[in-house]
């Protein structure tokens, strides 16, 4: 009996230690929900204090998450809208003390430092131009990768909601295709198959 009640033990505490209580486990509904509501209040602290916030898209497509069940997905991208937000709030108070030194004129510069893009609207505006110039040209060869317009596309989304460096980055990489996809068709025209490919 103590062999029986002693490897029963030893096979419970091996089971905790290979399977820890960590973010391994899958979230739950009430936890995405907390989640959201964390991300949705520290949204409000960012807009009360007068600061951009770019987090309405990450919260939205996390509560989108909600109803197919993709609680886990849910959690991470609204803590990551919270994290962001807490983010600027914390450099908006970094900041204070210097604004209230400096003249009445220069006060509303600092909340727009607070932005973490590299990028601005408008070079993401280039880049998404240069990407569409770039995917037209490989069509025209019949040369267009198949997820050119699809990355084009999810760079103006990018753009749309704020997230510059997202933008330039879908962009540059959908410009890349379309010139590869260009000089990819202009190399293979003419080429045919050889003799013993075709059927006989």
């Known amino acids: 009996m103590k062999i029986r009640s002693l490897s029963a033990g030893a096979l419970a505490v091996a089971l905790l230690l290979a399977v820890p209580a960590t973010s391994l486990w899958a979230a739950h509904r009430a936890d995405a929900q907390q989640a959201i509501a964390q991300a949705l209040s520290a949204r409000e602290k960012v807009l009360a204090a007068g600061l951009a916030s770019e987090t309405a898209a990450l919260i939205e497509e996390a509560q989108d998450l909600i109803p197919s069940r993709q609680y886990t997905k849910a959690v991470e991208l609204a803590e990551r809208a919270r994290k962001q937000d807490e983010y600027a709030l914390s450099q908006a108070a970094a900041a204070k003390p210097a604004v209230t030194a400096a003249p009445a004129s220069t006060t509303a510069a600092p909340p727009a ?20 110039a770039a995917r037209r040209k490989a069509d025209s060869v019949g040369g267009e990768w198949r997820d050119t317009a699809k990355m084009i596309k999810d760079a103006e989304e990018q753009l749309k909601s704020g997230q510059f460096d997202a933008a330039v980055k879908l962009a540059n990489k959908a410009k890349q295709q379309g010139e590869l996809g260009y000089a990819q068709a202009i190399s293979q025209k003419g080429a045919t198959f050889p003799s013993y490919v075709h059927a006989k």
Do not use: C, D, G, P
């Not at 973490?116 to 998404?128: D, G, P, R, V």
């Open 113 to 132: 430092v607070a932005v973490t893009n590299k990028f601005s609207a408008t070079e993401a505006e280039t880049a998404i131009a240069a990407a569409e």
